[in-house]
């Protein structure tokens, strides 16, 4: 059973251009959540996700950043006109429905330019 | 308000000895709580989590950790560490399903010889 998968492993991206990052959930998982980690912090809670729904998206910025997670396919958590303070690592869990535990994908590394 | 509080920035510790981490938390809720371990450039693998039950949790690579409700704290041990633990060490909040999680800041594991 394959674990969650994040792609890319690492994007670089100029200010202004727009980054595209997927998680594909493990099976059977139909629960997703996105958090970012900021250099020598902590992992922020962004979203959350069911299929086709988003949960909670008291994390997210009011601008710029948008998710979601279709019937098929995988999430994908979009930034917009990026900027240098959206480098960090970005992070996706997921987790069986009714489930209290997450488990982490390897993330996505962005870096703006 | 939910936070978790890792009150040890970074640790260095010699292969053989043992090994403490700190983790407090504030929760408004039956917290449920876990720790994870991240290694360079790499996710979130889950070491072990405490739900309800005996408050002395054993997890994988030989961690354990003890809840001490009283104290707020869940605190992460191991007899006899070993130089592959030196990783980073996320203690993190969460409640029942599909809640998000709160993260520590995480402390930073050095292991010398």
């Known amino acids: 059973n394959a674990g969650v998968m994040q792609n890319p492993r690492h994007l670089v991206r100029r200010r202004g251009q727009e980054a595209r990052l997927r998680c594909s959930p493990m099976k059977g998982h139909s629960h997703v959540y996105w958090y970012r980690q900021l250099p020598e912090e902590g992992l922020k809670f962004m979203v959350y996700?069911?299929?086709?729904?988003?949960?909670?998206e008291s994390g997210m910025p009011k601008e710029r950043f948008s998710a979601e997670f279709p019937k098929e396919g995988p999430s994908i958590l979009r930034i917009q006109q990026v900027v240098r303070g959206d480098s960090a690592a970005y992070f996706c869990?997921?987790?069986?429905?009714?489930?209290?535990?997450?488990?982490f994908g390897p993330g996505t590394r962005l870096t703006v330019l | 308000a939910q936070s978790v509080t890792q009150p040890d920035i970074h640790i260095t510790v010699s292969e053989g000895a043992s090994l403490e981490l700190r983790c407090n938390y504030s929760y408004g809720a039956t917290p449920y709580l876990f720790w994870y371990v991240q290694s360079p450039g790499q996710g979130l693998q889950l070491l072990l989590k405490y739900f309800s039950g005996d408050t002395l949790v054993q997890g994988i690579k030989g961690f354990e950790a003890e809840f001490k409700r009283s104290q707020s704290s869940f605190n992460l041990r191991k007899p006899s560490v070993h130089w592959s633990d030196a990783a980073e060490y996320f203690c993190?909040?969460?409640?029942?399903?599909?809640?998000?999680?709160?993260f520590g800041t995480g402390t930073s594991l050095t292991v010398i010889p």
């Open positions: 993190a909040v969460g409640a029942n399903t599909g809640n998000q999680f709160y």
């Open positions: 869990a997921s987790s069986l429905p009714a489930s209290d535990t997450q488990y």
């Open positions: 996700l069911q299929k086709e729904n988003i949960i909670d």
